[in-house]
C-alpha cells in the first residue's frame, strides 16, 4: 500500500491518503465566507432562524454565537477549540478570523478561516411595539367619593417605577406607555396585561383598596382576524385614610392600619383593636375625619369614668373609663372627637 498523494508506503491509509496527507488535506471547520447577525438596535436582542432571542450578553458574544451555529466541525476532529478574532470594523462589516484547533488522529492540527460577519441593526417586535407607544392595559387611579391624594399618588408613582424597573429586567414588554393626569386620577398605560396585574397586586398589597377589571373590543387585529381586547383595570383607594372615624356595624372605630389585608381600628368605647375583611368595605361608614378631632381638658376622673370638657360649649361631660385611657391623669390635655352628639377620647396612634 502506498500514498497516491506523497508516494510513501508502508502506512495504514485514511480514506486513501496517508496520514500526513490527510491531515494536511482536511478541512477542520465547515464555514461560510459571510454571515448576517441582525440585533435589536434597543435592546440588542439577536434574530435566529426567524425568532427572536434576548440577549443579556454583549454584541461580541452575539457575534461569536451566531459564528458558532453557522460552523460544522469535521467528524474525524476532536477536542475542537475555536476562538474568533475581530480584524477590521468597516460600517457594518466586522472581518474576523477563525481560529481553531483540533486532535485528529492523535495529532494536533490549527488552522485559520476569513469570515466577514454582517452586523445589521434592526427592532425586534417588543421594542417597535414600544416606540409606537403600544398598550395592552390600562391603570386607573381612582379614589372612593373624593381624589386621590398627592402623597398617594406620589406613593403610587414609586411603586409603579420600582417594580417596573424590576419586571424590566426580566420582560420587555414591562413599560409604562403612558401616564394622563385626569382630573379623576391617573391613567397608566402599560404594554402588558400581565405586567399590570402584578403592580395593581402590589399597590392592593401595600395601600388596600377595591379592584376592578373590564375588557374592551378595540376592533380586530388586520394579520390575524382575531377580536383585539384592551383591559381596563381599575384601582380605587377607600374614602378614607389611617386616622379617620369609622361606623362598623354598631361599632364606632378609628382606624390604625390600611393595608391589602385588612382594615384595622380600634373600638372608641372599648380600647380594643378589630379588623374588617375588604370585601365588608361597603359597610363602612366614615363618620369623621382624623382632622375633625378636638383638644379638650380631662377634668376629674372615678374608677369608672372620667369627665372632659365638651370642647363646644365646655359643659362637663362623662365618658367610661377603658384600658387605653385609664392612666389619662386630671389636667391633662386629651383629643375627643364628636360623633353622632356623642364624645369619644381618641388616643394619639402616634404617640403609642
Ligand atoms: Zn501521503
Ligand atoms: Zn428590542
Redesign the pocket.
Known sequence: MF?P????SGQDLVEG??K??FINDISLLEIPDEIEVIVCAHCGSALRQGKWYDQDSTEEETIYNAIISNITANKCAEDVEIWVEELIVRGSNIKCLVHVQAKVLGEIVKQEYDLNVKLLKNVCPECSKYASGYYEAVIQIRAHNRLPSNKEVEKIDQIISGQIDRLSKKNKMAYVSERIVLKEGIDYYIGSYKVSKKLVNVLKEELGGVVKESPRLMGKDKSTGKELFRIWISFRLPNFHVGDFIKYGNFIGQLISVDGRKIQFRDLDTGQISSIQWRDYGNIEVVAKKEDAEETTLTAKTPTSIQILDPDDYQPVDIDINPETKDIEVGELVLVIKIRDRLYIVMDNDKK
Open positions: 500514498c498523494r506523497c508516494g510513501r491518503l496517508c500526513t496527507c
